[in-house]
């Protein structure tokens, strides 16, 4: 069964940087897509980025330029570089792995892990 474990989040200032980890384990993790999803209160889930198993990678609008997405094959953890951070990416942040490669694709895993909360503010 597979886990994810999220981590990595916090209170930031507005411009401020976070980095985000997950650790996967259960499955063989260098063959999946792997994304980073956002839920900001009162909001849908919406996928941000993803990366393939061949490291291209797709990034909404709202987080391009700003985001990167990275991957560790070797520790099973997937990455979230966040830069230039804004008030507008408070959310709880999640990781999943896509069933493709549009950011509208669904998350591959039913059981979700707990997130981890970013909250930008002066």
């Known amino acids: 069964q597979v886990q994810l474990v999220e981590s990595g989040g916090g209170l930031v200032q507005p411009g401020g940087s976070l980095r985000l980890s997950c650790a996967v384990s259960g499955l063989a993790f260098r063959f999946l897509r792997m994304g980073w999803y956002r839920q900001a209160p009162g909001k849908e889930r919406e996928l941000v980025a993803l990366i393939t198993s061949g490291d291209s990678t797709n990034y909404a609008d709202s987080v391009k330029g700003r985001f990167t997405i990275s991957r560790d094959n070797s520790k099973n953890t997937v990455y979230l570089q966040m830069n230039s951070l804004k008030p507008e990416d408070t959310a709880v942040y999640y990781c999943?792995?896509?069933?493709?490669?549009?950011?509208?694709?669904?998350?591959?895993?039913?059981?979700w892990g707990q997130g981890t909360q970013v909250t930008v503010s002066s």
């Open positions: 999943n792995s896509p069933t493709g490669s549009s950011l509208t694709a669904q998350a591959r895993f039913g059981s």
